[in-house]
T-cell receptor, first 115, second 111 residues
């Protein structure tokens, strides 16, 4: 079974703190994603990585950065957390066309509260 | 990436067939159509993907007309456990790449 593991289920941080959200996948997937999900707004893509050290901005990258030093690990960094970054954060990974279809696998999510 | 439009919400009753339609007028030639399901407090999970005509698996069917400007996810004989948000995505499904989710359709199945 593919597993995408996010380091924390719940996290509470203070405004201005630097926050690291970690995601690890065990299926040698090339692609990894970070999304945030807010009520009424669906899932919004923050960053996408298609290989080690490669990244692309998603729809809402402002206030975030990412790091992918190893294929299995994709980190989301909030340089200076703000209250408007309180949200559910979801990590996902997917293959790169090795099968007839591409399926993304998601982690359980990290509910981040910035106070 | 083609934008998708789906109904915000739908209601159904147990045992009924549910059809959720997604509009994607700007779909490109090499785009695939993919549907995901999300339960509360969980990440989305893949349901089905197709390029044209009809695709069926153990969970659902996907109907895609010849012009591919829309698609319909069909859930046969829904149960209470099918209550979830359903997302339609359009993109280069068999090549990987970005996955852009819309707002999804919140399906509520009642007894």
């Amino acid at each position: 079974d593919v597993k995408v593991t996010q380091s924390s289920r719940y996290l509470v941080k203070r405004t201005g703190e630097k926050v690291f959200l970690e995601c690890v996948q065990d299926m040698d997937h090339e692609n990894m994603f970070w999304y945030r999900q807010d009520p009424g707004l669906g899932l919004r893509l923050i960053y996408f990585s298609y290989d080690v050290k490669m990244k692309e901005k998603g729809d809402i990258p402002e206030g975030y950065s990412v790091s992918r030093e190893k294929k299995e690990r994709f980190s989301l960094i909030l340089e200076s957390a703000s209250t408007n970054q309180t949200s559910m954060y979801l990590c996902a990974s997917s293959t790169l066309g090795r099968t007839d279809y591409v399926e993304a696998f998601f982690g359980q999510g990290t509910r981040l509260t910035v106070v | 990436l083609a934008k998708t439009t789906q109904p915000i919400s739908m209601d159904s009753y147990e045992g009924q067939e549910v059809n959720i339609t997604c509009s994607h007028n700007n779909i490109a030639t090499n785009d695939y159509i993919t549907w995901y399901q999300q339960f509360p407090s969980q990440g989305p999970r893949f349901i089905i993907q197709g390029y044209k005509t009809k695709v069926t698996n153990e969970v659902a069917s996907l109907f895609i007309p010849a012009d591919r400007k829309s698609s319909t996810l069909s859930l046969p004989r829904v149960s209470l456990s099918d209550t979830a948000v359903y997302y339609c995505l359009v993109g280069e499904g068999n090549q990987g790449g970005k996955l852009i989710f819309g707002q999804g359709t919140e399906l509520s199945v009642k007894p």
